[in-house]
């Protein structure tokens, strides 16, 4: 059941003050769950781009900068930390350049390689299969591999396959096996192909789902690896190619893509991560927003062709695209990461959990020095941003039962014509019976005050985590890294056997109810 918004008739402009406080209600329905939302919502995305992997994920064993077995200690625990659930490799655009015997054997062996979709850097494949799938094991999640399908043959996909998955006596896995690694690896998730409309090859979507049809054939199923295969799918907008895609290739994917980013445009600047107005705040909450409209769209046209929701939608690149910051590498889209950032984090999240019927994956990018990043590195130093935290206190929803909600509030009407709510929420209910909800009050200047009604619930205690700054543009640097943190929040008490939430302008707050 999806969660319902409900909101007062009073349109307010994001440029007028408004009253100091504001109010909202809210009424969830504890005893309505059915829906879980799949751990894998929170899923990240590591594409050889700019500083992701090396400098970002990877050192190597040599390095100076603290590692395990290669991996940044300080990356490693703070993703550890993150319960992160799947991660997307090699891309991206990256995928189809990129040819997987290049990255296997001894390091000294592998050719290094012009990375020529993100600023020509000249790449050593010192991080290939064995280095991502191994990370994927220390750290428990579960690898999605994107296939080169632009670039590369049939032939080497399905010997990818059979080289990652295949235990018997065959030439890939004895390949694998002189390279290291005895048993096969699990691999679940294999997408094939990569934004196949664009830098996957520039392909018309009755030409792709032929390829599709064909690639897969031969991705085969080795001993007890069953592959979950995912087909390029559409950018935003561009409900045509899904509708291609249902009609022509059908049960015979298990999911197909969706890219959308909350960006102002391709050409252009696209605007600074870091200086920008209360204007330019609403209207990116208004564009993060409009990703519901898109699912709701695609999932329709989905629908027509698959009643039974059999083939997934998987939403694997999102996020934020803003300019780099100056004076890095041009095409390494390191971008800084603030409040702002968290909020579209938060936003988005809380639609996700509402589609999870049919949407089964998403993939924020991107996990580290990339666009919205989780995390960001220069040299030894690390910090995490406010998406990362974001993150962290959201992984309370990860395979939990999704909650309804009816939600009163006031929304402003920003620039292009989009509504923004002033207050975001989501809920769900874990494997022990214990409740969590997260609120997201997007007024910049002004607190809300909820009332909260649990039906079908009794309340005997109430805790909850806030995240917030003094102002919207504030972010981590790499000398004050902890500026923007989670704190304890005290705003939250029982009344009557309702919940009275008093929540700060520009915050996040997660709360456990018992």
Not at 132 to 154: A, D, H, K, Q, R
Not at 215 to 239: H, P, Q, V
């Amino acid at each position: 059941m999806r969660n319902k918004l409900l909101f007062s008739s009073i349109l307010l402009a994001a440029s007028v003050s408004l009253s100091a406080q504001q109010s909202a209600t809210i009424t969830l329905h504890a005893d309505q769950g059915k829906q879980i939302i799949p751990k894998e919502i929170y899923g990240q995305f590591a594409e050889h781009l700019g500083t992701c992997i090396y400098g970002g994920l990877w050192v190597g064993e040599n390095s100076d900068i603290p590692n395990i077995k290669g991996y940044r200690t300080d990356v490693f625990n703070a993703l550890k930390d993150l319960q992160v659930p799947v991660l997307r490799w090699p891309g991206g655009c990256f995928a189809d350049e990129y040819h997987w015997m290049d990255g296997i054997g001894p390091k000294e062996n592998r050719p290094k390689m012009v990375n020529n979709n993100w600023g020509g850097t000249i790449e050593d494949n010192s991080f290939g299969t064995h280095e991502f799938l191994n990370l994927c094991e220390m750290l428990g999640c579960e690898p999605y591999i994107s296939g080169n399908v632009g670039s590369g043959t049939v032939e080497e996909l399905a010997k990818w396959v059979e080289y990652m998955t295949s235990d018997g006596d065959s030439p890939m896995a004895n390949l694998r096996r002189k390279n290291g690694r005895d048993k096969a690896w699990k691999v679940k998730y294999l997408g094939v192909g990569n934004e196949s409309w664009g830098c996957g090859g520039s392909m018309r979507p009755e030409y792709y789902a032929d390829l599709y049809r064909r690639y897969s054939t031969y991705c085969r199923n080795y001993d007890n690896n069953r592959l979950f295969k995912i087909a390029s799918g559409a950018s935003d907008y561009d409900y045509e190619w899904t509708k291609v895609l249902m009609e022509r290739v059908g049960s015979r994917m298990n999911g197909v893509s969706l890219h959308y980013y909350t960006v102002s445009g391709w050409t252009g600047s696209k605007g600074s991560a870091t200086q920008f107005d209360k204007d330019d705040y609403y209207w990116t909450m208004g564009k993060c927003r409009e990703i519901e409209d898109v699912i709701r769209k695609h999932c329709a046209i989905m629908d027509e062709y698959d009643k039974d929701k059999n083939v997934a939608l998987m939403l694997d690149e999102w996020g934020t695209w803003w300019d780099e910051e100056p004076g890095t590498v041009r095409g390494h889209l390191y971008q800084q990461n603030t409040m702002r950032d968290a909020f579209v984090a938060s936003l988005s999240l809380d639609i996700f959990h509402k589609y999870t019927d049919r949407l089964k994956m998403t993939n924020i990018a991107q996990i580290v020095n990339v666009l919205q990043s989780m995390i960001l590195t220069n040299g030894p130093k690390m910090m995490l941003t406010p998406t990362y935290h974001v993150f962290e206190m959201y992984k309370v929803h990860q395979d939990a039962t999704f909650l309804p909600m009816d939600l009163i509030c006031d929304k402003a009407q920003v620039r292009d014509n989009r509504e923004v709510p002033m207050l975001s929420a989501s809920a769900s209910k874990d494997k022990n019976g214990v409740i969590h909800i997260t609120l997201a009050n997007v007024d910049t200047d002004n607190a809300q005050n909820i009332s909260l009604d649990l039906q079908g619930q009794k309340i005997s205690g109430v805790n909850g985590r806030i995240l917030t700054s003094p102002s919207i543009n504030d972010h981590n640097t790499f000398e004050k890294p902890d500026f923007v943190k989670p704190a304890v929040f005290n705003g939250a008490k029982v009344e009557k056997g309702q919940l009275k939430i008093s929540m700060p302008a520009k915050s996040i707050v997660v709360l456990e109810v018992k």
